[in-house]
């Protein structure tokens, strides 16, 4: 029984050899892809964080902005009143009446 099997590993070692070839670059094959996805997932890491950080920050300036432009819009409202009270003095004309 030892003898056949010598004799059948001796017979196919090239079949062997082939088949422990194709189980090593299958090895190989997997702990590359498995190498690529945890990259690929600590990039898409890195830039969830830092993209958060930058929206946040934007979001910030924007803020500031709006409140600016809110500040501006204010005071020419208040201005534009000023004016329409100084004209309508002088004009002797009530802001509600419009002559035709």
């Known amino acids: 029984m030892v003898e056949q099997a010598r004799t059948w590993l001796r017979e196919n070692s090239t079949l062997l050899y082939f088949l422990i070839a194709q189980f090593v670059a299958i090895g190989a094959a997997g702990a590359s892809f498995f ?15 830092r993209g958060a950080e930058f929206t946040v920050h934007r979001m910030d300036q ?31 004309i009530s802001p509600g009446r419009v002559k035709p």
Request: aromatic share 2%; no cysteine; glycine share 2%.
């Open 62 to 92: 924007m803020t500031l902005g709006i409140a600016k432009l809110e500040n501006n819009i204010q005071k020419n409202e208040h201005t534009i009143d000023r004016i329409v009270d100084v004209m309508t003095r002088e004009l002797h």
């Open 35 to 49: 190498a690529y996805m945890v990259k690929l997932e600590t990039r898409v890491h890195i830039i969830e964080t």
